[in-house]
Structure formats: structure tokens, C-alpha cells
């Protein structure tokens, strides 16, 4: 893969590897105080990326959520939120959506090439939609935010976007969370989909910390070329 930026993928789920609940409603895995520990790593990266499927589940709005961490980010010369991205075969994205409306950095939209030019019309002014090739790859998509000047990538979701990215061994580090409860239900989003993984038993991730949260568990490991 061509130069890419850091890629940070965080990611909270049940004790039994689910990302949500099968409800229309947002299941929280998270404590208030995991919350404010993705707050800061959002503070820290230059970029965040869910896929689509993510914006139309859980409209995020993607901000920076502390004022002190928006102040500190302008301080440091960088606008007060990240830019945010996401990914699209299908061109199925609503202009309303909180992605689209909320925050004043750049909004970016990768779509394959059949997809791109109707989109770009349907979202003019809201985002930049780029043409990522036929089909979208995934080098194009790093490499370009890359030239954009995103050093650092935090990926947030949902499970096909987590699949894409280990699949391809493009993620340096995993932010694990896991919550204290079991989802139980097979219809609900996993944390990953079915996939063939290079961090296999041959090639494992390194743990890097392990940190306790009240009764949540923060995993963070060291995925492929971070791993050495
Ligand atoms: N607990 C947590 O930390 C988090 C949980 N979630 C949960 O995850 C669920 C959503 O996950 P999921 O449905 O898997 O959706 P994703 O957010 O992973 O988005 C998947 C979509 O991304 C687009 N996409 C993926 N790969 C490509 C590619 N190679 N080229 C172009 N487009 C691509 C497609 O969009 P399209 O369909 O438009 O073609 C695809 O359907 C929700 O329930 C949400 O609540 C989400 C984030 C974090
Ligand atoms: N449910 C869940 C997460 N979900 C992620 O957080 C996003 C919320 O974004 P925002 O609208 O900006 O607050 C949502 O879209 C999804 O990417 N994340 C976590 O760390 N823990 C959680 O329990």
C-alpha cells in the first residue's frame, strides 16, 4: 500500500462481540467516562471515517465534544473538528444527515465511479464527493487523504468498515472497549464480519494496554506494520 496516514481504529462492543443491538435505537456500550476517552482520541487524529452504513444507523455528528479539546486543537493551529469521511458503493446517503450538517471542517465522501457524479450533485456544497475507482479501493482512499495532509485516521465504524480496513491490514492500532453485558441476538451488527484476517494465529496483534474503565475493558493493541 502506498503512503497512508495512521490508522486508528476504536470501537466499543458487548463481552460477546456485538457493536449494537438489533433496535433502531443506538445501544450504548460505552460509560461516560469511555466517552470522554474518545473524545480525546478524536481530539488527537486529523480525520474520522465510519461508513455508510454507520451515518444512516446512527446519524453521528462526528464533533469533537469538549470545548477545552476544540480550544487546544485551534491552539495548535488545526480546526476545532476533524474532517470527516466516509464510504459508499451505493450512493444512498440523505443530505440531512447530521454527517452533512453539523461541523465546519471539510466533509468527504468516497464513492467507486459509477456512483461519484450523481452523488456530487446530490451533495453539493454539503461535501466533496471523490471518485475512488471501479471498484472503490481502498489504497486510492488512504493515499488521497494522505496528500490531503491526514497524518493521523481515526476509524469509529461499523462492522464492514472494521472489516474492510483489518482485511486489507490497513489499521495500526485497535482501541478495544468491552462493555460488561452480553447482546445475544445473531441479527445484531458484530464487530467484524466474516473475513479472511491477517492478524491470524501466525500473525497475532501485539498488546499494547490493558486499562480498566469502571467495568469496561480498554484493549489496545498494535495491528500489522505498527506491530513490527
Ligand atoms: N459500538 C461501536 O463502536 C460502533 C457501532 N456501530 C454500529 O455499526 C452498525 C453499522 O455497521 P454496518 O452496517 O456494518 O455499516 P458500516 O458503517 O460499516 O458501513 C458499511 C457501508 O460502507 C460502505 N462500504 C464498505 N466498504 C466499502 C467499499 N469497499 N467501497 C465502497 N463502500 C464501502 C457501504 O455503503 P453503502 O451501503 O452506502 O454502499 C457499506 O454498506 C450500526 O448498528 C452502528 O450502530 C458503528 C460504529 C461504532
Ligand atoms: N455506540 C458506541 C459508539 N458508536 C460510535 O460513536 C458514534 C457517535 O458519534 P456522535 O454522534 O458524534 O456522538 C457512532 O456513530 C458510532 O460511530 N462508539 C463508542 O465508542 N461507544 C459506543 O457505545
Same mark, same amino acid.
Given at each position: 500500500?502506498?503512503?497512508?496516514? @495512521?490508522?486508528?481504529?476504536?470501537?466499543?462492543?458487548?463481552?460477546?462481540? @456485538?457493536?449494537?443491538?438489533?433496535?433502531?435505537?443506538?445501544?450504548?456500550?460505552?460509560?461516560?467516562?469511555?466517552?470522554?476517552?474518545?473524545?480525546?482520541?478524536?481530539?488527537?487524529?486529523?480525520?474520522?471515517?465510519?461508513?455508510?452504513?454507520?451515518?444512516?444507523?446512527?446519524?453521528?455528528?462526528?464533533?469533537?465534544?469538549?470545548?477545552?479539546?476544540?480550544?487546544?486543537?485551534?491552539?495548535?493551529?488545526?480546526?476545532?473538528?476533524?474532517?470527516?469521511?466516509?464510504?459508499?458503493?451505493?450512493?444512498? *446517503?440523505?443530505?440531512?444527515?447530521?454527517?452533512?450538517?453539523?461541523?465546519?471542517?471539510?466533509?468527504?465522501? @468516497?464513492?467507486?465511479?459509477?456512483?461519484?457524479?450523481?452523488?456530487?450533485?446530490?451533495?453539493?456544497?454539503?461535501?466533496?464527493?471523490?471518485?475512488?475507482?471501479?471498484?472503490?479501493? *481502498?489504497?486510492?482512499?488512504?493515499?488521497?487523504?494522505?496528500?490531503?495532509?491526514?497524518?493521523?485516521?481515526?476509524?469509529? %465504524? %461499523?462492522? %464492514?468498515?472494521?472489516?474492510?480496513? *483489518?482485511?486489507?491490514?490497513?489499521?495500526?492500532?485497535?482501541?478495544?472497549?468491552?462493555?460488561?453485558?452480553?447482546?445475544?441476538?445473531?441479527?445484531?451488527?458484530?464487530?467484524?464480519?466474516?473475513?479472511?484476517?491477517?492478524?491470524?494465529?501466525?500473525?497475532?496483534?501485539?498488546?499494547?494496554?490493558?486499562?480498566?474503565?469502571?467495568?469496561?475493558?480498554? *484493549?489496545?493493541?498494535?495491528?500489522?506494520?505498527?506491530?513490527?
Amino acid at each position: 500500500m502506498s503512503e497512508r496516514p @495512521y490508522v486508528l481504529l476504536s470501537c466499543a462492543m458487548s463481552a460477546d462481540g @456485538y457493536i449494537d443491538d438489533a433496535t433502531p435505537e443506538r445501544l450504548r456500550l460505552s460509560s461516560t467516562a469511555d466517552w470522554d476517552r474518545v473524545d480525546a482520541v478524536r481530539a488527537g487524529c486529523d480525520a474520522i471515517l465510519v461508513g455508510a452504513g454507520t451515518v444512516r444507523a446512527d446519524d453521528p455528528r462526528l464533533l469533537v465534544r469538549s470545548a477545552a479539546r476544540r480550544e487546544q486543537r485551534v491552539a495548535r493551529g488545526l480546526p476545532p473538528d476533524l474532517t470527516k469521511v466516509t464510504l459508499t458503493w451505493s450512493g444512498d *446517503l440523505d443530505p440531512g444527515a447530521r454527517f452533512f450538517t453539523t461541523g465546519g471542517s471539510p466533509k468527504l465522501v @468516497y464513492a467507486p465511479t459509477g456512483t461519484a457524479g450523481g452523488l456530487a450533485a446530490r451533495l453539493s456544497g454539503l461535501a466533496e464527493v471523490v471518485d475512488a475507482g471501479d471498484p472503490l479501493a *481502498l489504497a486510492a482512499v488512504l493515499g488521497d487523504l494522505a496528500a490531503r495532509g491526514v497524518r493521523r485516521l481515526m476509524v469509529e %465504524g %461499523g462492522g %464492514g468498515i472494521h472489516t474492510l480496513f *483489518l482485511t486489507a491490514d490497513a489499521v495500526d492500532e485497535l482501541q478495544l472497549v468491552v462493555a460488561p453485558f452480553f447482546v445475544g441476538d445473531p441479527s445484531a451488527p458484530r464487530f467484524v464480519r466474516s473475513g479472511v484476517f491477517p492478524q491470524s494465529p501466525a500473525r497475532p496483534m501485539r498488546l499494547q494496554e490493558a486499562t480498566r474503565i469502571g467495568d469496561l475493558a480498554l *484493549l489496545r493493541y498494535l495491528v500489522g506494520r505498527a506491530r513490527g
